[in-house]
């Protein structure tokens, strides 16, 4: 398989094949997040979700297809929280909190961000599985300009304010944060590079 082109996959036509197909996504994703992308065990995701190898390779042409359908799942699952939290932001107050809420909950297990750690672990492959990725983070950065949209059409960010190189500033804060917070096992990194985006909003006010 070249490295360009997606993994193939069955799609199952029974609802018994879909929860089959199911079960081993959920359990590789398990997996993943337990041992990491490299590590994944194959034995140990067929005994969870109770399949076999032959059940495996009809759903998926490799273990990369099963990565890659892994990785999508986890970033679906992530940006599926996402969404509707910033779709009730279009004030820095709202954002501002938000923000500050998702620092919270992180700094309680400071595990990493979902998929910053999956960035981390496929910046060598396999290419559809790291592209989703890329993929994953682009649609998180949109949902910060499209709210920082919202704010500066309500008059809160001055006319010559860009919302696309803010919200870049914003993410690179949250995951560059976010790394150095579970490096250290410590929540401080996270929470100044916050405060300093956040006062980069506030500079530009009208």
């Known amino acids: 398989m070249s490295a360009s082109q997606p993994a193939k996959e069955t799609t199952p036509k029974t609802r018994r094949g879909q929860a089959s197909r199911e079960r081993l996504v959920e359990a590789a994703v398990q997996s993943v997040v337990d041992h990491g992308i490299h590590q994944m065990r194959l034995d140990e995701v ?3 979700a109770g399949s076999s190898k032959s059940q495996m390779y009809h759903y998926f042409s490799d273990r990369d297809a099963l990565v890659e359908a892994a990785v999508a799942h986890r970033c679906d699952e992530f940006l599926g929280q996402l969404g509707p ?3 009730s932001v279009s004030a820095l107050s709202d954002l ?3 923000l500050r809420a998702f620092a919270a909950e992180y ?3 400071l595990k990493g961000c979902p998929i910053g750690t999956l960035a981390g ?3 060598s492959g396999p290419e559809p ?5 890329v993929e994953a983070f682009a649609a998180w950065e949109n949902h910060l300009e499209r709210a920082l949209q919202r704010i500066k059409a309500a008059g809160e ?5 860009d919302t696309g190189h803010l919200a870049l500033g914003l993410l ?3 995951e560059g944060g976010m790394f150095l917070s579970q490096v250290r096992n410590d929540p401080t990194p996270l929470e100044v590079a916050l405060d300093g985006a956040l006062d980069r909003l506030a500079s530009l006010r009208e």
């Open 46 to 48: 067929l005994t969870s």
């Open 172 to 174: 690179t804060a949250l």
């Open 96 to 98: 501002k909190t938000l």
């Open 121 to 123: 672990e496929l910046s």
């Open 107 to 109: 700094a309680r297990e």
């Open 85 to 87: 939290a910033f779709e």
């Open 129 to 133: 599985a790291r592209q989703l990725v």
């Open 157 to 161: 960010l001055r006319a010559d304010a």
